[in-house]
């Protein structure tokens, strides 16, 4: 189950993620998983990607998995919107097609993937836009 929690003013269509989040957790048998979703504003990202990852910027997406632990919470994935419709502007693409990759980038991060090497980061770009392709 993909559980939703907005504190934007942003729109987000949560049954297209939710649909997709669904297809992945099963493909990668994780189904009976659970993924919490949390879409926040710029300043509550960049305190957590600071006190996190030391990095005292504005991100589009954050992911806290729970990989190892003796539960079915597979972890949770932190979305800024405004970012993500700032990057899509300059990608040329809709704020949509942009928060669904990013949606699926931080799933990939709870279901074990790394993008701190270059050749990873462009690993989970091929898998994620593939899945996308795949379910959508």
């Keep these: 189950m993909v559980e939703f929690n907005n504190q934007t ?18 493909k ?11 879409f ?7 305190k957590l990607n600071k006190k996190y990852r030391s990095q005292d910027k504005i991100t589009d997406v954050l992911s ?3 990989i190892g ?3 079915k919470f597979l972890g949770e994935i932190i979305i ?17 097609e942009e928060l669904i990759f990013i949606f699926v980038h931080g799933l990939l991060h709870l ?8 050749s990873e980061l ?12 795949s379910f959508l």
């Design 69 to 71: 632990q003796d539960n």
């Design 9 to 26: 003013n942003f729109d987000i269509n949560f049954s297209i993620l939710d649909g997709l989040g669904v297809k992945i957790l099963k």
């Design 28 to 38: 990668y048998d994780k189904k009976n998983f659970d993924v919490s979703v949390a």
């Design 111 to 118: 279901l074990g993937y790394n993008d701190e090497e270059e």
């Design 80 to 96: 800024c919107p405004e970012k993500i419709k700032a990057q899509a502007i300059s990608l040329n693409k809709t704020f949509e």
């Design 40 to 46: 926040i504003d710029p300043p509550i990202i960049k």
């Design 122 to 133: 462009e690993e989970m770009k091929t898998i994620g836009n593939h899945l996308i392709r």
């Design 64 to 66: 806290f998995s729970n």
